[in-house]
């Protein structure tokens, strides 16, 4: 069992920064992988990025690369999510999530275990 918690959001105009955390419990947080997604009302929830168990591997969706980097920290059990040069779009509630299935790291359904969210509203 994990539990999940986010931390780090609020409000920053765009062009800014935001650092997100994601606290996780349980002895098993670094076999897991570990996903960032969000969500905005009215639409599904969408993939952002993922990190291997080990850190050695990172995976984003296009539309932040090279503006966002996801890394881990096993020994405090927290994963982070950097946030540069945001946009309006990128307006939502972020989500952690851990998982196994790496088959499927950048889907829903390759993750057991989601924490509550965390909004980050960008304004321009």
């Known amino acids: 069992q994990v539990q999940l918690v986010e931390s780090g959001g609020g409000l920053v105009q765009a062009g800014g920064s935001l650092r997100l955390f994601c606290a996780a419990s349980?002895?098993?947080?670094?076999?897991?992988?570990m996903g960032w997604f969000r969500q905005v009302p009215g639409k599904e929830r969408e993939f952002v990025a993922a990190?291997?168990?080990?850190?050695?591997?990172?995976y984003y969706n296009d539309s932040v690369k090279g503006r966002f980097t996801i890394s881990r920290d096993n020994a405090k059990n927290t994963v982070y999510l950097q946030m540069n040069s945001l946009k309006s779009e990128d307006t939502a509630v972020y989500y952690c999530?851990?998982?196994?299935?790496?088959?499927?790291?950048?889907?829903?359904?390759?993750?057991?275990?989601w924490g509550q969210g965390t909004q980050v509203t960008v304004s321009s």
């Open positions: 999530a851990a998982g196994r299935k790496y088959s499927d790291i950048n889907y829903m359904r390759g993750y057991d275990y």
């Open positions: 349980g002895r098993t947080f670094s076999s897991y992988a």
């Open positions: 990190i291997s168990w080990s850190g050695g591997s990172t």
